[in-house]
């Protein structure tokens, strides 16, 4: 079992840059690859970013790479989502995921595969 809960959203001009965090619960965490997805209204969600379990691998939506940055401290049970450069596109509710069937991929693209949400926080990008 792993309890996630996201922070570190909120309100920023274009251009700008915010940190998400997401703090686990639960000792499978390290053996986890964890995902960045967001969902904006009246969309799908979508995958934004993903680790593998030792940090070793990720992958990016082809929308945010070289903008967004994913990483994770398996000492202190976080994975993080830098994001640089935000447009208002990336408006949206993100939320962290934990996937324990293929912890060494970070090629995990569909919400299906991934096992356990966060609650989600919201990410406003103004023009």
């Known amino acids: 079992q792993v309890q996630l809960v996201e922070s570190g959203g909120g309100l920023v001009q274009a251009g700008g840059s915010l940190r998400l965090s997401c703090a686990a619960s639960?000792?499978?965490?390290?053996?986890?690859?964890m995902g960045w997805f967001r969902q904006a209204p009246g969309k799908e969600r979508e995958f934004v970013a993903a680790?593998?379990?030792?940090?070793?691998?990720?992958y990016y939506a082809g929308s945010v790479k070289g903008r967004f940055g994913i990483s994770r401290d398996n000492a202190k049970y976080t994975v993080s989502l830098q994001m640089n450069s935000l447009k208002p596109e990336d408006t949206a509710v993100y939320y962290c995921?934990?996937?324990?069937?293929?912890?060494?991929?970070?090629?995990?693209?569909?919400?299906?595969?991934?096992?356990?949400w966060g609650q989600g926080t919201q990410v406003t990008v103004s023009s």
């Open positions: 995921a934990a996937n324990l069937r293929s912890p060494g991929s970070a090629y995990n693209l569909h919400p299906t595969e991934y096992d356990f």
């Open positions: 639960g000792r499978t965490f390290s053996t986890a690859a």
């Open positions: 680790i593998n379990w030792d940090g070793g691998s990720t």
